[in-house]
Nanobody
C-alpha cells in the first residue's frame, strides 16, 4: 500500500524551471521503481523520467533539461525541469511499482501506484 502525492506544478513562462515532488507514504519506496508521466488534453499518457535503486532514465523530449533524483530520508522522488517549453504543458503524475528488473519501464501498465497529478502550464 503506497500513497503518492505530487506537488510543485504551476504556471510559468517558457525558459523557466520547476521542481516537482513525489512524496510517498504507507511504505518506504527506496527499492521501488518510480517514474514521472505526463498527460496533455487529447494525448496519450507518456513517460517522462524514471528511477530505480541504481539507474535513471528519461524521454528524449526532456533529456538534457531534466533531472530525476531520490531523497530516501524523505521518502521522496523529485523531478527538476529546466528550460521549460509550451509543449511541456500537461498534468504530471508520479507512479511506483515493486519490480525486479535492472531497467526502468516506460509503460504505464507496469506501474501499480499512482498519484493524483500536478498541473504544469508553460506560456510562450
Amino acid at each position: 500500500q503506497v500513497v503518492l502525492v505530487e506537488s510543485g506544478g504551476g504556471e510559468v513562462q517558457a525558459g523557466a524551471s520547476l521542481r516537482l515532488s513525489c512524496a510517498a507514504s504507507g511504505r518506504a519506496i527506496n527499492r521501488y521503481d518510480v517514474a514521472w508521466f505526463r498527460q496533455a488534453p487529447g494525448k496519450e499518457r507518456e513517460f517522462v523520467a524514471g528511477i530505480n535503486w541504481r539507474n535513471t532514465d528519461s524521454a528524449d523530449s526532456v533529456k538534457g533539461r531534466s533531472t530525476i533524483s531520490r531523497n530516501n530520508a524523505k521518502n521522496e522522488v523529485r523531478l527538476q525541469m529546466d528550460s521549460l517549453k509550451p509543449e511541456d504543458t500537461a498534468v504530471y503524475l508520479c507512479a511506483a511499482v515493486w519490480r525486479d528488473k535492472d531497467y526502468i519501464s516506460r509503460a504505464t501498465s507496469d506501474y501499480k501506484y499512482w498519484g493524483q497529478g500536478t498541473q504544469v502550464t508553460v506560456s510562450s
